[in-house]
């Protein structure tokens, strides 16, 4: 089964801050990777899919990039509102496995 | 204004069984692959199964596999999870998510969640 690990599994940022998350797969996956942030007892949010496609809605500062085994997560000016746990998910194989999760909270 | 909304969650005692339930509205739900995920208290999330959207095909994560059933009633835009042999560590919020149609990845819509909750 593909895993993935994300890095760094939290980290601490002011608002204002660039704020970069990294997912990596066992294996190659294509382009074949969503992220979604998720916030205390509430369901997850889909941010990107396709690795670097951004859902209708969220904010032109997420971005996400990468193939392959390697991607990223960039919140280019970090927001009060974006203080939460970012999750990666494959989508290559019948197994859709998802990270471990980064939490994101306040330097 | 598109929605799902799960039921049926509660205290159950090992090895009994639950069904939980997701009802969609607003949605293309004949057209759309689901999903359960659940997320044990504190921590990830963890892929459950998933249904193609006439029902035809289904696949399961290994922790599940034999002991657990993804159905869908269409006419109803209705999914259901049938949890069995259930074990403490099934302890979990349950979501429904949705696959949109013509897309490869990406669940853009959850359930709010249902807790099962696993002890004697």
């Known amino acids: 089964a593909i895993q993935l690990t994300q890095s760094p599994s939290s980290l601490s940022a002011s608002v204002g801050d660039r704020v970069t998350i990294t997912c990596r797969a066992s294996q190659g996956i294509r382009s074949a990777l969503a992220w979604y942030q998720q916030k205390p007892g509430k369901a997850p949010k889909l941010l990107i899919y396709d690795a670097s496609s951004l859902e209708a809605g969220v904010p032109s500062r997420f971005s996400g990039s990468g193939s392959g085994t390697d991607f990223t997560l960039t919140i280019s000016s970090l927001q009060p509102e974006d203080f939460a746990t970012y999750f990666c998910?494959?989508?290559?194989?019948?197994?859709?496995?998802f990270g471990p999760g980064t939490r994101v909270d306040v330097k | 204004q598109l929605q799902m909304v799960e039921s049926g969650g509660g205290v159950v005692q090992p090895g009994r069984s639950l069904r939980v339930s997701c009802t969609a509205s607003g949605l293309a739900f004949s057209s759309s692959a689901m999903h359960w995920v659940r997320q044990a208290p504190g921590k990830g999330l963890e892929w459950v199964a998933v249904?193609?959207?006439?029902?035809?095909?289904?696949y399961y994560a290994d922790s599940v596999r034999g002991r657990f059933t993804i159905s869908r009633d269409n006419s109803k835009s209705t999914l259901f999870l049938e949890v069995s042999s259930l074990r403490p560590d099934d302890t979990a919020v349950y979501y429904c998510a949705r696959a949109p149609p013509r897309r490869l990845t990406g669940f853009d819509y959850w359930g709010q969640g249902t807790l099962v909750t696993v002890s004697s």
């Open positions: 249904i193609s959207f006439d029902g035809s095909d289904t």
């Open positions: 998910q494959q989508f290559s194989s019948y197994s859709f496995t």
